[in-house]
């Protein structure tokens, strides 16, 4: 049973382009999660979502960012315009259930903004 | 608001000594639960240990235990015998009982651990 899957690993972007980060969940998990990590920062939570519906976005910006989980293939956390403070590492989380106490993690990926 | 707080960003230990990171955090629920995860330079975050705010008893895994004082609200973490491995970014991380608002995790600033060999 794979793991969390995220990719890229790395992604670089300049100013005001689009960033696409994707997330595979481990097979039979239907909650995602996605988290920030700021240089030096511990990682703060942004959207929680389950198939199809966006279940608590309390910790997205309100301009720029988004994130699905459809149906059918991986989660997207999507950010348009990007800034230079965008720039951080991007985790997504799964697991099979919301009354799961444990969430397990993807690797990550890296968005640099030029 | 939950709030987890990380004083020491760095600490070292000598291989083979004990070390011990400390966490506390702030939270007006009963029901909830506290972890420590591991990041090594791969930046993948790997479990370490996790404990049940209504269980009493300290948990342990292998050579990793945990000090939780419910009332002080403190959850420190103990490694013994360090390894070379052991050496990363460690988080301490809140979480509310189960909720069908989902299982978000609220995360310290993170103590980098470097073991001397």
């Known amino acids: 049973n794979a793991g969390v899957m995220q990719n890229p690993r790395h992604l670089v972007r300049r100013r005001g382009q689009e960033a696409r980060l994707r997330c595979s969940p481990m097979?039979?998990?239907?909650?995602v999660y996605w988290y920030r990590q700021l240089p030096e920062e511990g990682l703060k939570f942004m959207v929680y979502?389950?198939?199809?519906?966006?279940?608590?976005e309390s910790g997205m910006p309100k301009e720029r960012f988004s994130a699905e989980f459809p149906k059918e293939g991986p989660s997207i956390l999507r950010i348009q315009q990007v800034v230079r403070g965008d720039s951080a590492a991007y985790f997504c989380?799964?697991?099979?259930?919301?009354?799961?106490?444990?969430?397990?993690f993807g690797q990550g990926t890296r968005l640099t903004v030029v | 608001a939950q709030t987890v707080t990380q004083s020491q960003p760095e600490m070292s230990v000598q291989e083979a000594e004990t070390v011990t990171l400390s966490c506390t955090y702030d939270?007006?629920?009963?029901?909830?639960?506290l972890f420590w995860y591991k990041q090594p330079p791969s930046r993948q975050m790997i479990l370490v240990i996790r404990?049940?705010?209504?269980?009493?008893q300290n948990a342990t895994e292998n050579r990793f235990s945990v000090n939780f004082q419910k009332a002080a609200k403190s959850f420190s973490l103990k490694i013994s015998d360090s390894q070379l491995g052991d050496a990363a970014m460690y988080f301490c991380?809140?979480?509310?009982?189960?909720?069908?608002?989902?299982?978000?995790?609220?995360f310290g600033t993170g103590t980098s651990l470097t073991v001397i060999p």
């Open positions: 979502l389950q198939k199809e519906n966006i279940i608590d």
């Open positions: 097979k039979g998990h239907s909650h």
């Open positions: 991380a809140y979480r509310r009982g189960a909720t069908n608002t989902g299982n978000q995790f609220y």
């Open positions: 989380a799964s697991s099979p259930s919301v009354m799961n106490t444990e969430a397990f």
């Open positions: 939270t007006s629920e009963s029901d909830y639960y």
């Open positions: 404990q049940e705010a209504y269980k009493q």
